[in-house]
T-cell receptor, first 115, second 111 residues
Framework: GAGVSQSPSNKVTEKGKDVELRCDPISGHTALYWYRQRLGQGLEFLIYFQGNSAPDKSGLPSDRFSAERTGESVSTLTIQRTQQEDSAVYLC?????????????FGPGTRLTVL | KQEVTQIPAALSVPEGENLVLNCSFTDSAIYNLQWFRQDPGKGLTSLLLIQSSQREQTSGRLNASLDKSSGRSTLYIAASQPGDSATYLCAATGTASKLTFGTGTRLQVTL
């Protein structure tokens, strides 16, 4: 079946602009995660959605970052007033139940470059 | 706060050699430890997942071990091939299924 997909694959924007990144999880997966990978650094957790529960936003670096998820499907990560330090690869993952023992399946990522 | 460290940061070996990648974590209260492979321009591929109650997992030429008490995991790759060239990431699963990743080991297998 189809894996996790993300769009766009690459995004170049100017400092101060808003961007939206999209993630389509694997059908039927109730949990969805966003991570960020800056150059030379490890992946950082950003936000976690589990079913209809309130999302865990503890990893969002500032109030310029927000994310939404429609039911158990598509999620959008929005970055407002982008800064150069926001340049990174943004990875989305989904898992069947969100339990700690689940494998997370990752999408190919969106490479964001802020000029 | 969980911290995950991977050594070495980069490794180059000739084809056919066996190799070991190391991962250490500071908080032993983990649910599991995962090893991933990351290829340029692609997402992460899960290689092995070791539950906290397990000591090791094997898949083909890959073997991963876990020692929770010492906060260490190793990934052993037997008879390396050029196709194994990639960045290998380990990640510890804590509460709420959040993964804490290491910075990775970039592996190059040469002909």
């Amino acid at each position: 079946g189809a894996g996790v997909s993300q769009s766009p694959s690459n995004k170049v924007t100017e400092k101060g602009k808003d961007v939206e990144l999209r993630c389509d999880p694997i059908s039927g997966h109730t949990a969805l995660y966003w991570y960020r990978q800056r150059l030379g650094q490890g992946l950082e957790f950003l936000i976690y959605f589990q079913g209809n529960s309130a999302p865990d936003k503890s990893g969002l670096p500032s109030d310029r970052f927000s994310a939404e998820r429609t039911g158990e499907s598509v999620s959008t990560l929005t970055i407002q007033r982008t800064q150069q330090e926001d340049s990174a690869v943004y990875l989305c993952a989904s898992s069947p139940s969100g339990l700690a023992g689940d494998t997370q399946y990752f999408g190919p990522g969106t490479r964001l470059t802020v000029l | 706060k969980q911290e995950v460290t991977q050594i070495p940061a980069a490794l180059s070996v000739p084809e056919g050699e066996n190799l070991v990648l190391n991962c250490s974590f500071t908080d032993s209260a983990i649910y599991n430890l995962q090893w991933f492979r990351q290829d340029p321009g692609k997402g992460l591929t899960s290689l092995l997942l070791i539950q906290s109650s397990q000591r090791e997992q094997t898949s083909g030429r890959l073997n991963a071990s876990l020692d929770k008490s010492s906060g260490r995991s190793t990934l052993y790759i037997a008879a390396s091939q050029p196709g194994d060239s990639a960045t290998y990431l380990c990640a510890a699963t804590g509460t709420a299924s959040k993964l804490t990743f290491g910075t990775g080991t970039r592996l190059q297998v040469t002909l």
